[in-house]
């Protein structure tokens, strides 16, 4: 049992018209796009205390905590507490005040939630406080933003220098679609947008840019193999090939996310189902959305003139065993 | 491409027993302390801590220095007889400006105020700028490597006092490091409620003693303080203010040493101080001259305590009263003892976990990963046959390998950090897979199984390659602009990245080389 494979995804030598689909794939691409742009504007991401700035306190109460006494021994204090709510076990709570005036009122409120608590339900433990300032919050936003436009433009040189501009155009332009998609479900399931999420849309970044570098990869490879092949049958020959690779890889970084977002415990769990959805559609944008950019961008130049130049770059590039470390 | 020759199999198995070697300081103790004993270190959200972020208040240090230039110009001028209709510190243009009465004094106001400017550091550039106009006015503006150096000056310092501070508390390898232009970064392991040291690192803990001036009432409604006096708090009751004199008699860099004690006649609890020779000697000179009059000790702009001077205290030993409790009799001898910070402190940012939580997380994230890395396991096993297995194993070393790297690095590992290195697991075996199915497509060409092997792994290659730099790139960009535990993901995936490419990509192919030449099968499992 340990020798031949028990099974494949896909079976081999499948010959799927995948440019068929090519103005279905991008149209239902720029809807779902466009609805999340319009979901980042209203209701807008739930911008955790990373970027809202604030207060988060989690706590334990000895008993099922009782939230409207909790409720109640804040706004005696005159707290004005965003919300409170279970979080995870039924004698966890989280208490979330949103951005204070100042530095100093920030941590004045840490100071007076505590002691509410101690006063109301005796007993309570705080198990996590998280207070952030307004300053840090912006800056925290910045780096985040900072970090994300920094990594598309390397990917936009690194697929250029690699491959041609419309490789590169292609990928990036489906990436964009990606990260859109990535936020508008963000703000659909309100999970809480914090720093862990630009890691997580980072990673998503990454993966789909591996996705789509595997299947340019071969398109690559095809365009030398095949030259007179036209460049849509091309690519769903190419895409074809790659087709068990990319679910199977798709697979095992899907199973790797689901336990985190299963059992990774209420702060990491959201950052695995942001994963989940991102290898979803960062699979699919590979075959229904770059690839028809790339055909689309292509289709002219790829095919006819450049062949030589395309072979002319690869070539010196192809690794030979010599070449190998 | 699938020879190697004894030498590079040597040196694979080398590079994975070393690896599997550099893992064992994280299971045991150092068994000697000459021995470098690495380990990954686990981040204050696992092991349960505080992240405190403090501001240094530049625009105090500024100020501060502006006061002090307030009082030497007045100073400088005094002997010359120029007079001046405005004096005054302008800290938002990091300036003193001076109006002269007298216009035609200029040059010799300026002359006298030339002695002021004195070089900053090794560099010797003027320390500020003079300028005047015609019509009497002066700008006595603080240059900008001038204001760079004593900010510098201000964190250092401010550094070192936190660390005295923080060390008196008795807390554990804390770590303090300056981070940017003016914050500074403490991380405390263990301590889930910061509060007291929050408490600690809230007070500048200036401490002077003063005369009271006697004539003044400071609690009468709209009085204005007279000049050389301040109208300061009480500690107790700051709606009870109190006529203090402005100069400083002794200020409290002059102690050496502080203690909470009770007094022995009421029981109620004091701090005892002793001064170095020259605070004792101005102590003893005020004392002798104020008998029976009215002494203030201010801390922070607030009054602790006024007593009557009985008697000349000759000693450089005092007592400080004042209604406290043992806790703030403590608190009060630890700031004395570590000294006054520089400027005020902010905390900016403040993260702190609860050792429970931190456990549950741990199990959280250790479940999360020997899930995840079974269904994986399985999912190569099932999908990819022996080469699947072959891929497994290189999997298990590339764990064995990051975890080697990441203490070599001595880096942090936290729950995003723990995601990272699931994520790897699932990313990893990419390579193989792009291998494996590059093998199959080779051998169902028609290609025997050497060559089919050889082609596989050749062509596969540049795909790796191109697909693991983009994802590293994106990770690098994530460790330069992220913070915390973020961080950490971003070290454990890149990480992660290298070693699965030399996993996949050596080791693989040296387990399946071994296979083939001892096998020579005629078909591959593929």
């Known amino acids: ?154 990917i936009l040189v690194y697929i250029w220098f690699r491959f041609e501009w419309q490789f590169a155009v292609g990928a990036v332009v489906t990436l964009i679609l990606d990260v859109t998609k990535a936020i508008g479900f963000l703000a659909l399931t309100r999970i809480e947008f914090d720093l862990v999420m630009v890691a997580a849309i980072l990673t998503i970044l990454g993966y789909s840019t591996n996705d789509k570098v595997v299947v340019y990869d071969r398109v690559r490879e095809n365009l030398r193999k095949y030259k007179t092949m036209p460049l849509r049958e091309l690519i769903d020959l190419s895409i074809n090939e790659t087709l068990n690779r990319t679910l199977g890889t798709s697979m095992t970084v899907f199973l790797a996310s689901l336990p985190l977002a299963l059992f990774g415990g209420e702060s990491i769990s959201g950052f695995a189902w942001v994963m989940l959805f991102g290898i979803v559609v960062g699979t699919s944008s590979s075959i229904f959305i770059a690839a028809p950019i790339l055909l689309f961008l292509g289709e002219n130049k790829l095919r006819r003139d450049s062949v030589a130049v395309v072979a002319a770059k690869a070539r010196p590039r192809t690794p030979s065993g010599a070449g190998a470390p | 491409m699938m020879y190697f020759s004894r030498l590079k199999t040597w040196l694979i198995l080398g590079a994975c027993l070393i690896g599997a070697i550099l893992c064992v300081p994280n299971l045991l103790p150092a068994p ?313 402190l902010t905390v900016v940012e403040q993260r702190s976990v609860g050792p429970e939580l931190g456990a549950d997380s741990i199990r959280a994230g250790a479940m999360s990963l020997a899930i995840g890395f079974v269904l994986v396991i399985g999912f190569m096993g099932t999908f990819y046959g022996l080469f699947g297995w072959f891929a497994n194993a290189a999997l298990v070393v590339n764990l064995l390998l990051m975890l080697a790297i990441m203490s070599l690095l001595e880096a942090t590992l936290t729950l995003p950090g723990m995601a990272g290195i699931l994520l790897t697991l699932g990313m990893a075996v990419d390579a193989n897979i792009l291998i494996n199915e590059r093998i199959r497509e080779e051998s169902h060409n028609g290609r025997p199984p050497l060559a089919a092997l050889e082609a596989g792994f050749t062509r596969a290659y540049s795909t790796i390659f191109d697909s693991n730099a983009t994802a590293f790139l994106a990770h690098v960009m994530l460790f330069a602009f992220g913070s915390g535990p973020v961080r950490g993901f971003a070290v454990t995936i890149t990480v992660g990245i290298a070693t699965s490419l030399f996993t996949a990509w050596m080791l693989t192919r040296l387990l399946v080389s071994k296979w083939y030449t001892s096998h020579r099968p005629r078909l591959l499992p593929v």
Request: proline share 7%.
């Open chain 1, 1 to 154: 049992m340990f020798m031949k494979p028990r099974f494949r995804l896909v079976p081999d030598g499948t010959r799927i018209k995948f440019m068929r689909g090519r103005f279905m794939g991008l149209i239902v691409s720029a809807i779902l796009s466009t609805a999340s742009v319009v979901l980042f504007f209203y209701p807008g991401l739930n911008l955790g205390i990373d970027f809202a700035g604030g207060v988060v306190m989690e706590v334990r109460t000895p008993g099922p905590a009782d939230f409207t006494q909790i409720r109640a021994a804040l706004a005696e204090e005159h707290i004005g507490a965003q919300g409170v709510q279970r979080f995870g076990d039924a004698s966890e709570v989280l208490i979330r005040l949103g951005a204070q005036p100042s530095e100093q009122a920030t941590q004045a409120a840490v100071t007076r939630v505590k002691a509410a608590l101690d006063k109301a339900v005796p007993g309570a433990k705080v198990l996590r406080t998280d207070a952030v300032g307004a300053s840090v919050s912006a800056e925290l936003f910045r780096n985040g933003l900072l970090a994300l436009g920094i990594s598309l433009l390397m």
């Open chain 2, 32 to 344: 000697a302390p000459w021995l470098p004993w690495r380990t990954v270190h686990l981040g204050l959200d696992l092991q349960g801590g505080s992240y405190l972020l403090l501001e240094v208040d530049m625009k105090a240090v500024i100020k501060e220095r502006l006061d002090g230039l307030v009082d030497a110009v007045r100073q400088a001028l005094r002997p010359g007889g120029i007079f001046y209709a405005t004096l005054e510190a302008q800290p938002d243009q990091n300036r003193v400006l001076l109006r002269l009465r007298d216009a035609s004094k200029t040059e010799a106001a300026v002359a006298a105020l030339r002695p002021l400017i004195s070089p900053e550091g090794p560099t010797a550039v003027p320390d500020m700028t003079v300028d005047s106009t015609p019509d009497g006015q002066i700008l006595l503006t603080l240059s900008p490597v001038a204001l760079k150096s004593r900010a510098l000056g201000a964190v250092q310092q401010s550094i070192e006092i936190v660390r005295r501070r923080i060390d008196e508390t008795g807390v554990l390898d804390p770590q303090i490091t300056q981070q940017g232009d003016d914050r500074i970064v403490v991380q405390l392991p263990g301590v889930g409620d910061p509060e007291r040291i929050k408490t600690l690192l809230g007070q500048t803990a200036h401490m002077t003693f003063r005369l009271v001036d006697t004539a003044a009432n400071a609690n009468a409604p709209g009085a204005v303080p007279p000049p050389g006096d301040d109208f300061l708090p009480m500690e107790k009751d700051t709606q009870q203010k109190i006529a203090v004199r402005k100069r400083v008699d002794v200020d409290g860099g002059d102690l050496t040493d502080a203690r909470a004690g009770t007094n022995p006649q009421t029981g109620e609890w004091v701090v005892n101080f002793t001064f170095n020779s020259v605070g004792a000697r101005r102590f003893a000179d005020i004392t002798r001259a104020n008998v029976n009059r009215p002494f203030a000790i201010v801390l922070d702009n607030k009054v602790i305590s006024a007593p009557r001077i009985n008697e000349p205290i000759t000693g450089g030993r005092g007592q400080i009263s004042g209604s406290f409790t043992a806790g703030s009799a403590n608190d009060l001898a630890v700031l004395l003892r570590a000294g006054a910070l520089p400027a005020p």
